[in-house]
Structures are given as C-alpha cells and as structure tokens.
C-alpha cells in the first residue's frame, strides 16, 4: 500500500495507495470555515440573457453567504453559465455585468479549449478565455477539461496543464471529471494529481464526481502529506460531504440550494453545532437529487433548465428559459416536479428559521 509521493507511478492507481481507503469520518472538521463557489447560473428571457434576473439572483445568494458568515465565490461562464454556448464578446459581457454590479465578491471564471479541434492538443486553446478572465483584478480561473488534452498519455497531460499554466497570471483551481459527465474523460490519477497539486499556479481543484469519491482520495492525500492545495468537491449528489470535511464547494446545486448549503456550513461549525444539520443536509441533497436527476441517457446535462424553474418559483428570475443554442431541456411538466422537490426543503428551512427560501 503506497503511502508516500515517492513511490507514485504516472500509472498508479488511487487502489494501490493509503488514500483510497481514509473514511469521510477520519477527515471530518468542525472548525475550518471553507468558502461556497457557487457555479452561478446565466438565466435566459425571450432568447436574451435576464441580466436583471442575473443580478438578482445573485444579491440573494450574497445575502444568504452574509446571513451565514460564509465565504462564497461566483463561478462564471462555467457549465451552469453555458461555457459552451458562448461568444467571446458574451463570456467578456458576463464578467464585466457581474464587476459592475458587484464590485467585492471573488469570481472564479471557466477557461476552456476555445476552437479545439483534431486530435492535436494545443494549450493556446486556452489563451482566449485566459486573456479575457485575467483582466478582473479579483479573478481565479478554473481549467476545464477538453477531450484532446484528456487524450493525452499521464506524462503528457501533466506538461499540457504546465503548459497551459504558463500563460496564466491568477490563481487557478484544475477541474477533472468523471466518465459519468462525458465518456471521455479520465480523473487524475494519484501521480498526476500530486504534480498538479504542487505546481505553484494551481492553488486548487475540482472534482467533478458520480461513481467514485475522488474526492475524498484527494482530500486525504492533501492532509496526509500536507500538500498547499484546495480540493473542491464538485459532487452536486454528495454535498454533505464537502461540509464535514472542512473543504470547498464548488458546485451548480450552490444556487438553487444556497441558503440551505450556506446554513447548513454554519451549523457544522463547532460554535454553531445544531444536531439538526444532518436533517439539513438530507433537505437540501433530496431537493439536488431531483435537480440533477439522470436522463434516460445518463446525463445530468438538464439541470441548468431545472435550477432556472426552482430559481423561478423562489421568485428570483422571471423565465426558466435555457440558452437559445442549449439542447439540454427537461420533458414534461418541469414546474410541477421541482415545486414537489421543494416540500421537503422548505419545510425544513421553515423548522430551522431560514430566511430567503420561500416560493413566490
């Protein structure tokens, strides 16, 4: 069982390490005060971005941060931004909207491989979105995966990403997922991991994670051998998780869940214990199961249209519209599934006193 960085291997894998096998209880933390990135959503009206509902809902979500004294962060141009879906003049519009109308709070902005194309990986695939994202003075950005760099052999992939990370001048966090989020993709391996994990650009990282808790490999490894890295769970079904530990969030459910996520921080928290957080975290992951539910095809691709109906019902943007070019659309009767997912939740927010998570 490998327990040292020493004797990593490009093709170890997290089975053969001591990591693999900590337990969430052995890593668990009442005392550390971790930030809440919230993967903010873009909200469409009549076609068009709502830039009122943008705004709106996100004074919410910094009233909720203050009311809880937590740390948050606003993930733009992320997936639950439409990344994909964006021009560059769009993607440069949301930043500058957002620092106009918030000038404080930190963002975290999605760079990903603008044009890739082949099977070549090129890093200067990256520059666009860096080039934009780096302008904000109080910006991180987060590098997103795309599938020529995921190609590449674990050697190859660790000088891609030192690569890209030459042409970055802020804090950046990697974000690895799962082939449960798209079937090419690949999660870091223990070796491949800790050499991110110490290039001194790469301050944190995302797991994006459905099958396996990665997570929770990566959060072992960081306190076993104290590496100067912030694992962020990306693990919209296993939120709970993230709080006991004492680490970041960095997930899309920050949105349509954020008072409850946000409260339920607090009352993790030694000075705030109230056994009532476990009732809390089953509330708000009951309501996040049915935001992200899996297709027929197994994607959760269609929680940006489910997270703008929940935001809608709250009576924080005014359309659950999706971006005009985005295929990922709920069936049916989407109001009615996410006005039963919230019985639930509000129910527990009104038993704990929670203000700010009431239907319109």
Not at 17 to 32: G, I, K, V
Not at 92 to 100: L, N, T
Not at 299 to 317: D, E, F, N, P, W
Request: contains cysteine.
């Amino acid at each position: 069982m490998i327990t040292t960085a020493f004797d990593l291997k490009p093709d170890t894998p997290w089975s053969d390490t001591a990591w693999a096998q900590a337990t969430e209880e052995s890593l668990a933390d009442h005392d550390t005060r971790a930030r809440l990135c919230v993967a903010t959503l873009l909200p469409f009206r009549d076609q068009k971005p709502d830039w009122e509902g943008f705004e709106k809902s996100i004074r919410w979500m910094i009233e909720c941060g203050e009311a809880a004294g937590v740390e948050m962060a606003f993930v733009l141009n992320a997936d639950t931004g439409y990344i994909f879906n964006l021009s560059p003049e769009l993607y440069a519009e949301v930043i500058q909207r957002f620092r106009a109308a918030f000038p404080d709070p930190k963002i975290i902005c999605g760079v990903t491989a603008v044009g890739a194309s082949g099977a070549q990986f090129r890093a200067d695939w990256y520059h666009p979105h860096l080039d934009i994202a780096q302008t904000d003075s109080n910006a991180e950005v987060m590098i997103m995966t795309s599938q020529q760099l995921n190609a590449l052999d674990t050697e190859s992939r660790r000088d891609a990403y030192f690569e890209i990370a030459e042409h970055i001048t802020v804090p950046a966090l990697a974000h690895a997922l799962e082939p449960a989020f798209v079937p090419w993709a690949t999660p870091f391996s223990p070796w491949l991991f800790h050499e991110i994990a110490n290039h001194e650009k790469y301050v944190g990282g995302k797991i994006s994670t459905l099958d396996e808790p990665h997570f929770l490999y990566w959060a072992a490894m960081c306190r076993d051998l104290g590496l100067n890295f912030a694992p962020h769970s990306g693990d919209d079904f296993g939120i709970a998780s993230a709080i006991k530990m004492g680490l970041p969030l960095l997930i899309g459910a920050g949105v349509s869940a954020c008072p409850l996520i946000c409260q339920a921080r607090k009352l993790w928290l030694s000075e705030n214990y109230d056994p009532r957080v476990y009732k809390l975290f089953e509330a708000f992951q009951s309501l996040e199961d049915a935001v992200f539910r899996l297709d027929d095809q197994g994607s959760a691709a269609a929680y940006k249209h489910s997270t703008a109906v929940v935001l809608q019902l709250l009576g924080l943007i005014a359309s659950s519209e999706v971006h005009p070019d985005c295929p990922d659309i709920r069936p049916g009767d989407e109001h009615a599934r996410m006005k039963e997912a919230l019985i639930r939740p509000l129910r527990i927010a009104d038993r704990l006193g929670i203000d700010g998570f009431q239907l319109a």
